[in-house]
């Protein structure tokens, strides 16, 4: 079985720009996570979704958006970049909510 | 408030057995996780914990007390590939995994 898949593995923007990322799921998964890791703060949650709803969010400024499709794949948004937004973001998917997560590669973002 | 607490850096050498410990205040409890992350991958899943007690799995144990708010991983046999950086979770009530800064573990001959 496929793991978790995040397009793009790499991204260099510069500050002000938006950029959008994307994750697939383990096949029959329907929740998808997303947390942002940075070597200061660690793994942070960012929002959790199931069934195309958003049922949890982190303490992230509005800048920082996602949506999950009728099919379980999921994106998130960040507009107008700052530089501390650099980071690997990390998408994980599950069964259901409350259930064991499984990690893709991640994604790592470099804001010039 | 919730909060994760696990120590930053262990050193261990190869063969030997250590024990990476965690302590967690959440609102509401639902479960404990530990994770292997190597450097510059992602997190691995290996263990999950929400009775008392020990979960072993080949060299990997995982050990919860719930009324003290506490956990550790237990590793043995050491090998050189176990260099890594170990995330404990704790997923509360909320239903958000909560995750500690993570303890490096470095391996040696």
């Known amino acids: 079985k496929a793991g978790v898949t995040q397009t793009p593995r790499y991204l260099i923007k510069t500050r002000g720009q938006q950029v959008t990322l994307s994750c697939s799921p383990i096949?029959?998964?329907?929740?998808v996570s997303w947390y942002q890791q940075t070597p200061g703060q660690g793994l942070q949650f960012l929002f959790e979704?199931?069934?195309?709803?958003?049922?949890n969010k982190g303490n992230f400024p509005g800048r920082f958006s996602g949506r999950q499709f009728s099919n379980s794949r999921s994106e998130m948004n960040v507009s107008t970049l700052e530089l501390g937004d650099s980071a690997l973001y990390l998408c994980a998917s599950s069964f259901g909510p409350q259930e064991t997560q499984y990690f893709g590669p991640g994604t790592r973002l470099l804001v010039l | 408030g919730q909060n994760i607490d696990q120590p930053t850096e262990m050193t261990a050498t190869e063969g030997a057995i250590v024990q990476i410990n965690c302590t967690y205040q959440t609102s509401g409890f639902n479960g404990l996780f530990w994770y292997q992350q190597h450097a510059g991958e992602a997190p691995t899943f290996l263990s999950y914990?929400?009775?008392?007690g020990l979960e072993e799995k080949g060299r990997f144990s995982s050990f919860l007390s719930r009324s003290k708010g506490y956990s550790y991983l237990l590793l043995k046999e050491l090998q050189m590939k176990d260099s890594a950086s170990y995330l404990c979770?704790?997923?509360?009530?909320?239903?958000?995994?909560?995750f500690g800064q993570g303890t490096t573990l470095q391996v040696k001959p």
């Open positions: 914990n929400v009775l008392d």
């Open positions: 096949s029959g998964h329907r929740s």
């Open positions: 979770a704790a997923l509360g009530n909320t239903g958000k995994l909560i």
């Open positions: 979704y199931f069934s195309e709803t958003q049922r």
